[in-house]
């Protein structure tokens, strides 16, 4: 059979991949570009999904469904594809549960939890210390970061336990770890974090749904749509579902695609699936070593999501936001719900059973979940949550050609020795997908970023003069050029007074109850105002 002759193939027919197309299409409308995808949709880690309702049914996402106001390159997307947001909603009590099954159910309205003055006190001097670590990072070349061996070489957990000073603070931080990555912090580099967190613009964005953070506005209609209407502007009959890519093989003239029915030659490749199943696919000649070894080295993360549809939003008539935080150490399945409901007004909550908890829920039937996640919300919102309408979950870790979400980590030590391959062309095999992101790495923005760059990419090899001369200066000098610290950061100044203040209204509340954290704070006010960028991660 003779294999059919293409200009550019893409291995992906998520976010990532269909933006590199539409970029492609759009600079260049002769080239002919077909998008490969295993699965039997497009929309890679999103997708969205009718299920029963109040007024019938209604759609919801069952993976990626949040945007922010930051998020430029996802943004823009929207709008030039015509599709409108909406905010998440955040408006009345918040419900804050760790410490254990018999510890005290908190509620709290602001958006940091009603912690303890001396917990308060501890997350203020963490923030402070990791927002000014995030200010250094370099995350074009996170190596270049200063002492980037020294934060490389540790875990997200064990940076928590040298400076976190209370057991409340480190399960809190357990928390965050498995909503935003799925993972628990023993498992990532620290170094990985602290980029992560600067490719956001800081800790608190990764967490919050105020202005400007992650969880602050959804898509009318669901996410999936964008990858649907990308489809539609590339033809679908440029994207072949069903097409799982097994090998990619290159010589000196073409690079050859391989799936189970069919072979293809094209002049350039992009491949945009997470790295974990980027590396199971067969290359001839085989990558570099520092690639390969990097792609078998980045785990993802298992999340299991749920929506539950209701008559009503009882929670809202109650005077609650549907925004419920519980620790691991509560019994509770999940660690965080919001609500829900659609722009139609169909209630729902939304929620999130992740990390070590999805692990060990995952293996219980599905029924016994269910209960379990209503037990909780019962306990948490009142009766009324036992009465729903509909219950519906996806495990992502079951999903084919994903085996996970939302994002592959970086374990210690790959940051420093092995990040700069995991860009770096191959021949002619260019690398997307939102892991290699440098804004909202990880999110959906990050994934419409990296599919543009890795566009523009093959854009400079195969037609230059579609490119503005500042787009061709970017690609040859995007992995020698040192990418400073965004001017936008002014956390430690900001956070800086957030101490003085907590610590000063705290250490008057806690002078008698608890020496051992008061003679923490003296030491740690002895150094704060002292410490340089330079060896601040010895704080």
Not at 319 to 330: D, K, R, Y
Request: charge should be neutral.
């Amino acid at each position: 059979m003779t294999a059919e002759i293409w200009d550019v193939i893409i291995v992906g027919a998520g976010l990532s991949g269909l933006s590199a197309a539409h970029l492609l299409r759009k600079r260049n409308a002769k080239l002919k570009i077909l998008t490969l995808e295993g699965k039997d949709r497009v929309g890679g880690r999103t997708v969205s999904t009718e299920i029963p309702a109040a007024n019938g049914v209604d759609r919801w996402d069952f993976g990626g469904q949040w945007v922010g106001s930051t998020q430029t390159h996802i943004l823009e997307l929207i709008k030039e594809l015509g599709l409108e947001t909406y905010p998440q909603f955040n408006i009345g009590k918040k419900v804050h549960h760790t410490g254990g099954p018999g510890a005290k159910v908190r509620t709290y309205r602001t958006s940091i939890p009603a912690l303890s003055p001396v917990v308060l006190m501890d997350l203020t001097q963490l923030l402070w210390k990791i927002d000014r670590l995030c200010a250094t990072v370099c995350v074009q070349d996170p190596w270049r970061t200063p002492n980037a061996g020294e934060l490389d070489s540790m875990t997200l957990h064990s940076y928590i336990e040298q400076h976190a000073w209370t057991a409340e603070l480190k399960e809190e931080m357990g928390l965050c770890s498995r909503s935003v990555f799925g993972m628990e912090p023993s498992q990532m580099s620290f170094l990985f974090f602290l980029m992560y967190a600067a490719a956001a613009g800081g800790v608190l964005p990764l967490l919050e749904s105020t202005p400007g953070s992650a969880q602050e506005l959804k898509i009318k209609g669901g996410t999936q749509q964008l990858s649907q209407c990308l489809a539609e502007r590339a033809g679908w009959k440029n994207v072949r579902l069903g097409s799982a890519v097994t090998a990619i093989w290159q010589d000196a003239e073409w690079a050859r695609v391989t799936t189970t029915t069919n072979t293809f030659l094209c002049r350039a490749v992009i491949v945009t699936c997470p790295p974990h199943l980027a590396a199971k696919i067969h290359y001839q000649p085989a990558l570099p070593s520092q690639r390969e070894f990097l792609t078998q080295n980045m785990p993802v993360g298992h999340m299991i999501k749920f929506i539950i549809t209701y008559q009503t939003a009882f929670w809202k008539e109650k005077g609650f936001s549907g925004e419920i935080v519980a620790g691991s150490s509560s019994g509770c399945p999940f660690c965080v719900t919001f609500d829900a409901t659609s722009p139609s007004g169909n209630a729902a909550l939304v929620g999130f059973i992740a990390g070590q908890q999805a692990s060990q829920w995952s293996a219980e039937e599905g029924g016994e979940r269910r209960k379990a996640v209503l037990s909780s919300l019962v306990k948490y919102l009142g009766r009324e949550a036992a009465s729903f309408i509909h219950y519906e979950e996806k495990d992502w870790a079951k999903e084919d050609y994903s085996g996970g979400c939302p994002v592959n980590v970086m374990a210690p030590g790959l940051l420093t020795y092995y990040h700069p391959s995991l860009r770096q062309p191959c021949g002619r095999i260019h690398w997307a997908g939102t892991e290699t992101a440098t804004l909202w790495c990880g999110y959906m923005s990050g994934a419409v970023q990296a599919g543009q760059r890795a566009a523009v990419e093959v854009l400079a090899e195969l037609c230059p003069m579609t490119l503005t001369q500042e787009e061709l200066q970017a690609v040859q000098h995007s992995f020698t050029v040192k990418q400073t610290p965004s001017s936008k950061h002014t956390y430690p100044s900001t956070t800086k007074a957030m101490v003085v203040a907590t610590l000063a209204i705290g250490a008057v509340l806690l002078l008698a109850q608890n020496q051992n954290a008061l003679l923490k704070v003296k030491t740690y006010l002895t150094n704060v105002f002292s410490t340089t960028k330079q060896n601040i991660f010895l704080l």
